[in-house]
Structures are given as structure tokens and as C-alpha cells.
Nanobody, 122 residues
Framework: QVQLVESGGGLVQAGGSLRLSCVVSGSIFGIAAMGWYRQAPGKQRELVSRILYTGSTNYAYSVKGRFTISRDNAKKTMYLQMNSLKPEDTAVYYC????????????????WGQGTQVTVSS
């Protein structure tokens, strides 16, 4: 089974930056994409960004221009560089492995990390 471990969360002032990491271990067979999701208290988990095996990326509108997703295949690690952080970015951030449920571009998360807390103060 795929195992995902996130790190890099913390407390930062608005306007600051954080870099999240997700280390992947185990079999990645069937994984079509990796992504970052977040969940704030009382709210549903939402997609922040994803990167396909081709390297193609996408972002939620709320983070475009501020966050950058990347990966290092040799290190089996995915990153989320978060700049210009806002209080509304406060959430638990989860790393996810996504599988294809409908070709060519429909994916859903099948594997989750345990999350890392990001808190942005005003």
C-alpha cells in the first residue's frame, strides 16, 4: 500500500511562506497524480493543487499565483511552496495519491497522508 507522510507545516504570519513536503513509499502502481488538499475546521476538504504524472499541474483559484506544486521523482517527494500566505489558508494540509476514475482527466484521491497543520496569523 502507498504510504504518504507530510511535513513542513507550522505557524506563520500573513504574507509569510511555508514549504510542505510529502514523502511517498510503497507501491505507486495505479497512481495517476499527486495532490495537496486542505481542510479547515467545520469545512469540507478541498483540492488545493495537483500534479499529473505528465507534469501537468492545476491549482484552486484561491491559491493561484501564490502556491506552487512540484515533485522530485528520484526522492519520491512532492512539495507545495506556499507564498503570500493569508489567514484563510489556515487548515490541515493533506498529501494525496489520486487514481483515474474516468479517462482522460477525471481523478479522485485514493491514498492520504495524516496531514500537517498550517496556521496563518493576521
Amino acid at each position: 500500500q502507498v504510504q504518504l507522510v507530510e511535513s513542513g507545516g507550522g505557524l506563520v504570519q500573513a504574507g509569510g511562506s511555508l514549504r510542505l513536503s510529502c514523502v511517498v513509499s510503497g507501491s505507486i502502481f495505479g497512481i495517476a497524480a499527486m495532490g495537496w488538499y486542505r481542510q479547515a475546521p467545520g469545512k469540507q476538504r478541498e483540492l488545493v493543487s495537483r500534479i499529473l504524472y505528465t507534469g501537468s499541474t492545476n491549482y484552486a483559484y484561491s491559491v493561484k499565483g501564490r502556491f506552487t506544486i512540484s515533485r522530485d521523482n528520484a526522492k519520491k517527494t512532492m512539495y507545495l511552496q506556499m507564498n503570500s500566505l493569508k489567514p484563510e489558508d489556515t487548515a490541515v494540509y493533506y498529501c494525496a495519491g489520486l487514481i483515474t476514475v474516468a479517462t482522460p482527466n477525471i481523478h479522485e484521491p485514493a491514498f492520504w497522508g495524516q496531514g500537517t497543520q498550517v496556521t496563518v496569523s493576521s
